[in-house]
Nanobody, 125 residues
Framework: QVQLVESGGGLVQAGGSLRLSCAAS????????MGWFRQVPGKEREIVAA????????YYADSVKGRFTISRDNAKNTGSLQMNSLKPEDTAVYYC??????????????????WGQGTQVTVSS
């Protein structure tokens, strides 16, 4: 059974940092695309960052560029999202997701096939 499990969310003051992790099990994601999304109540889920493991191509939303870094550890089958200089507007539930078919970085959540359960990130002002 394929599972993605996030960890690392929490409460942090503005300007602080958090590191989210996504542990994958059930299959290897080495040739896939991993994305990080976030969602706040009443809004659509939006992509924050994504990485194609085959060549390390990355994508970052403009709102997080320069502050967030996506990475992976193939040996451990895990992905991470390092979030620095956090702002109150970064407050959301964060999800990791995997696209196991396209081989391309896609921005819409409908393109992703496996999802984690989500982890809350709250940034206080």
């Amino acid at each position: 059974q394929v599972q993605l499990v996030e960890s690392g969310g929490g409460l942090v003051q503005a300007g602080g940092s958090l590191r989210l992790s996504c542990a994958a099990s059930g299959r290897s994601f080495r040739s896939d695309v991993m994305g990080w999304f976030r969602q706040v109540p009443g809004k659509e889920r939006e992509i924050v960052a994504a990485s194609r493991w085959s060549d390390s191509t990355t994508y970052y939303a403009d709102s997080v560029k320069g502050r967030f870094t996506i990475s992976r550890d193939n040996a451990k089958n895990t992905g991470s999202l390092q979030m620095n200089s956090l702002k109150p507007e970064d407050t959301a539930v964060y999800y990791c997701a995997a696209d196991i078919i396209s081989g391309r970085i896609r921005l819409g959540p409908e393109s992703y096939h496996y999802w984690g359960q989500g982890t809350q990130v709250t940034v206080s002002s």
